[in-house]
C-alpha cells in the first residue's frame, strides 16, 4: 500500500488521489440503504474522473448527466449513452441534437418549453424521447441544499399542472413516462432524507391518482450526504430501506411489480470519501503580526462551488498537531479571495510540508477555478488495493483555435 507521502513525491503536489475501493464501498453501502429494485443515478458532476464512474457502473449504476462533456465522460467510463439520464434548465437545441445523435432517450424535462423543445430535438431525428417531469413541489420537509419547493429554475410548479398536463401529455416526439423530483442535496440527516421521500412518494402517487400524471417511472431524487472537505465520516441510513418500503407500500403499492420503476440519485454521496487533495506549503510569511501559509493548490484546484461561500476554512488533519499556531491558508492566486482559512488554527506548518485536505472526492477539481490565473491542473491518481491505478492530468494548456 502506498502512502500518500509516497504519492507525493512521486508524482508532485498539487495532487488528488481517488481510492476506488471506497467508491465501490460506498455504492454498496448506499444500494443496500435502498429498498432492492431500486436503480440509482450517478450524478457525474460530483466526479467526472472516468475511473471512478466506471466503478459506479460496474456496480449497476447508471448516469445523470447534463452536458455534452458529462455524456462523453459517461461513455468513456463505459455507461451506454441509452443508460442516461440527461437532466437542467437550460439545454440548447445543439446539444440535444448532438446527446439525441448519440442515443441518449431520457430526459428530465425542467418546464413545459424545455418539454417542448425536446420533443422537436426528437423529431428532428426521427425518435422518440421519453420524458420524466421534474416536479417543483410546494413544500419541503428537510434542510439541506435546496433546489425546489421555491421559486426555482428546476422543475415545473406543482400547481400549474392541473393545467398545463393535458398539453404535456401531447407534445409530439416526447412521451411522458413519470415523474423527477431533486428536492435538495446533502440532507442534514436521515431523518430529514426519510421525510423528503416520503413527502414525494405521497405526492408522485396523488399526481397519478387525480390528474392521471403518466407514473411508469419515478425518480425520487436525493440528498444523501457527505463531508466536504473537512474530516468525518459518511453518514449510514439504516432506517431509511424500510420506511421507504412502508412509503411506498402505502402509496404506489404496485411498486414490487415495477410500476413504477423506481429510481434515486446520488453524486456526493458515491464518491466524496475517495478523495483526499495533497498540497504542499510554498512559502511561509509574516505580515504586520499575522501568519500567511502559501500552498500550492488555492482555489484553482479546491474550494469548489466556493463563490458559494460553502467552503471556508478548509480543516487540515493534524495527524501529529504537535504544536498549533494562528495563521490564514491561503492558495498561490494572486487574489485576495484565494483564501483557504482565515486565521485558523493550523499545525507549525513550514515550507515543503505536505498538507492534507480529507473528503474532496465530490465537487473538488472540476467544481474549482481550474482555468483562472492559468496554472497547470493538480494530477489525478487512482488507487485500487492501496497501489496506484492510473495518473492523469487534465489538460488545460490554453491553445486557441478557430471554430
Ligand atoms: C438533478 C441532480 N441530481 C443529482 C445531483 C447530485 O447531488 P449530490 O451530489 O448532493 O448527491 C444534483 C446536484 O446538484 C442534481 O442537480
Given at each position: 500500500?502506498t502512502?500518500?507521502?509516497?504519492?507525493?513525491?512521486?508524482?508532485?503536489?498539487?495532487?488528488?488521489?481517488?481510492?476506488?475501493?471506497?467508491?465501490?464501498?460506498?455504492?454498496?453501502?448506499?444500494?443496500?440503504?435502498?429498498?432492492?429494485?431500486?436503480d440509482?443515478?450517478?450524478?457525474?458532476k460530483?466526479?467526472?474522473h472516468p475511473?471512478?464512474?466506471?466503478?459506479?457502473?460496474?456496480?449497476?449504476?447508471r448516469?445523470?448527466?447534463?452536458?455534452?462533456?458529462?455524456?462523453?465522460?459517461?461513455?468513456?467510463?463505459?455507461?451506454?449513452a441509452?443508460?442516461?439520464?440527461?437532466?437542467?434548465?437550460?439545454?440548447?437545441?445543439?446539444e440535444?441534437?448532438?446527446?439525441?445523435?448519440?442515443?441518449?432517450?431520457?430526459?428530465?424535462?425542467?418546464?413545459?418549453?424545455?418539454?417542448?423543445?425536446?420533443g422537436?430535438?426528437?423529431?428532428?431525428?426521427?425518435?422518440?424521447?421519453?420524458?420524466?417531469?421534474?416536479?417543483?413541489?410546494?413544500?419541503?420537509?428537510?434542510?439541506?441544499?435546496?433546489m425546489?419547493?421555491?421559486?426555482?429554475?428546476?422543475?415545473?410548479?406543482?400547481?400549474?399542472?392541473?393545467?398545463?398536463?393535458?398539453?404535456?401529455?401531447?407534445?409530439?416526439?416526447?412521451?411522458?413516462?413519470?415523474?423527477h423530483?431533486?428536492?435538495?442535496?446533502?440532507?442534514?440527516?436521515?431523518?430529514?432524507?426519510?421525510?423528503?421521500?416520503?413527502?414525494?412518494?405521497?405526492?408522485a402517487?396523488?399526481?397519478?391518482?387525480?390528474?392521471?400524471?403518466?407514473?411508469?417511472?419515478?425518480?425520487?431524487?436525493?440528498?444523501?450526504?457527505?463531508?466536504?472537505?473537512?474530516?468525518?465520516?459518511?453518514p449510514?441510513?439504516?432506517?431509511?430501506?424500510?420506511?421507504?418500503?412502508?412509503?411506498?407500500?402505502?402509496?404506489?403499492?404496485?411498486?414490487?411489480?415495477?410500476?413504477?420503476?423506481?429510481?434515486?440519485?446520488?453524486?456526493?454521496?458515491?464518491?466524496?470519501?475517495?478523495?483526499?487533495?495533497?498540497?504542499?506549503?510554498?512559502?511561509?510569511k509574516?505580515?504586520?503580526?499575522?501568519?500567511?501559509?502559501?500552498?500550492?493548490?488555492?482555489?484553482?484546484?479546491?474550494?469548489?462551488?466556493?463563490?458559494l461561500?460553502?467552503?471556508?476554512?478548509?480543516?487540515?488533519?493534524?495527524?501529529?498537531?504537535?504544536?498549533?499556531?494562528?495563521?490564514?491558508?491561503?492558495?498561490?492566486?494572486?487574489?485576495p479571495?484565494?483564501?483557504?482559512?482565515?486565521?485558523?488554527?493550523l499545525?507549525?506548518l513550514?515550507?515543503?510540508?505536505?498538507?492534507?485536505?480529507?473528503?474532496?472526492?465530490?465537487?473538488?477539481?472540476?467544481?474549482?477555478?481550474?482555468?483562472?490565473?492559468?496554472?497547470p491542473a493538480?494530477?489525478?491518481?487512482?488507487?485500487?488495493?492501496?497501489?496506484?491505478?492510473?495518473?492523469?492530468?487534465?489538460?488545460?494548456?490554453r491553445?486557441?483555435r478557430?471554430?
Amino acid at each position: 500500500v502506498t502512502g500518500l507521502a509516497d504519492l507525493a513525491d512521486r508524482f508532485g503536489t498539487p495532487l488528488y488521489v481517488y481510492d476506488l475501493d471506497r467508491v465501490a464501498a460506498a455504492r454498496n453501502d448506499l444500494r443496500a440503504a435502498l429498498p432492492a429494485g431500486f436503480d440509482l443515478f450517478y450524478a457525474i458532476k460530483a466526479n467526472p474522473h472516468p475511473d471512478v464512474a466506471a466503478v459506479l457502473r460496474e456496480g449497476g449504476c447508471r448516469a445523470e448527466i447534463s452536458s455534452t462533456g458529462e455524456l462523453l465522460t459517461a461513455l468513456t467510463a463505459g455507461f451506454r449513452a441509452g443508460e442516461c439520464l440527461y437532466t437542467g434548465p437550460g439545454k440548447t437545441d445543439a446539444e440535444l441534437d448532438e446527446v439525441i445523435g448519440a442515443g441518449v432517450r431520457l430526459f428530465s424535462a425542467e418546464s413545459p418549453s424545455d418539454l417542448a423543445r425536446i420533443g422537436r430535438a426528437a423529431r428532428r431525428q426521427r425518435v422518440l424521447a421519453e420524458c420524466v417531469l421534474r416536479i417543483n413541489g410546494t413544500t419541503g420537509a428537510a434542510t439541506g441544499i435546496r433546489m425546489t419547493g421555491r421559486p426555482s429554475q428546476f422543475g415545473i410548479d406543482v400547481e400549474t399542472l392541473p393545467e398545463v398536463l393535458p398539453g404535456l401529455l401531447a407534445v409530439p416526439g416526447a412521451r411522458v413516462v413519470g415523474a423527477h423530483f431533486f428536492t435538495l442535496s446533502n440532507a442534514a440527516d436521515e431523518a430529514a432524507l426519510i421525510a423528503e421521500f416520503t413527502s414525494v412518494v405521497e405526492l408522485a402517487a396523488g399526481l397519478n391518482r387525480e390528474l392521471g400524471l403518466p407514473l411508469e417511472f419515478l425518480d425520487i431524487g436525493g440528498g444523501f450526504a457527505a463531508p466536504y472537505a473537512v474530516p468525518g465520516e459518511r453518514p449510514g441510513y439504516p432506517n431509511l430501506r424500510a420506511e421507504l418500503e412502508h412509503a411506498l407500500d402505502l402509496h404506489l403499492p404496485d411498486w414490487r411489480s415495477d410500476r413504477p420503476r423506481l429510481t434515486c440519485e446520488s453524486g456526493r454521496y458515491l464518491v466524496a470519501d475517495s478523495g483526499v487533495l495533497l498540497s504542499r506549503v510554498v512559502n511561509v510569511k509574516i505580515s504586520r503580526g499575522s501568519r500567511f501559509v502559501v500552498l500550492d493548490a488555492g482555489i484553482n484546484a479546491l474550494g469548489g462551488l466556493s463563490g458559494l461561500g460553502r467552503l471556508l476554512p478548509v480543516a487540515v488533519r493534524l495527524d501529529d498537531p504537535g504544536q498549533t499556531e494562528t495563521a490564514s491558508l491561503v492558495g498561490p492566486l494572486c487574489t485576495p479571495g484565494d483564501m483557504l482559512g482565515r486565521d485558523i488554527r493550523l499545525p507549525a506548518l513550514d515550507v515543503g510540508d505536505l498538507v492534507t485536505v480529507p473528503n474532496i472526492g465530490a465537487y473538488g477539481l472540476t467544481a474549482s477555478l481550474l482555468a483562472f490565473l492559468g496554472r497547470p491542473a493538480p494530477a489525478e491518481v487512482t488507487l485500487r488495493g492501496g497501489t496506484p491505478h492510473s495518473v492523469s492530468t487534465v489538460d488545460l494548456r490554453r491553445v486557441y483555435r478557430q471554430p
